[in-house]
Nanobody, 121 residues
């Protein structure tokens, strides 16, 4: 059983930056694929970025060039650096873990509780 805890959300003005962290426990962190998803009010949960155990990274088109996913296996932590934030990035951001990288939420078995990101215009 893997436990995930996100942190780093908050309120930021458009054009600003935030770095989200997700600390994992209860599993072999380096062997997991880790993903970031987000869910805005009234919308479905959507893929943002993912980091595979082999170093592969994937991004949604909407965040390419602005967000960077990275992981520190020694600290059992995955990060999401978000730059040039836009009001449409406002959502609850979740990290998730699975044995394989996936673009769909149902491909992940473990989820954090989420952290709110609000971008004001």
């Amino acid at each position: 059983q893997v436990q995930l805890v996100e942190s780093g959300g908050g309120l930021v003005q458009a054009g600003g930056s935030l770095r989200l962290s997700c600390a994992a426990s209860g599993g072999t962190f380096s062997s997991y694929a880790l993903g970031w998803f987000r869910q805005a009010p009234g919308k479905e949960r959507e893929f943002v970025a993912a980091s595979g155990w082999n170093g592969v990274t994937l991004y949604a088109d909407s965040v390419k060039g602005r967000f960077t996913v990275s992981r520190d296996n020694a600290k059992n932590t995955i990060y999401l650096q978000m730059n040039n934030l836009k009001p449409e990035d406002t959502a609850v951001y979740y990290c998730a873990a699975s044995r394989r990288v996936a673009l769909q939420a149902d491909g992940y078995h473990y989820w954090g509780q989420g952290t709110q990101v609000t971008v004001s215009s």
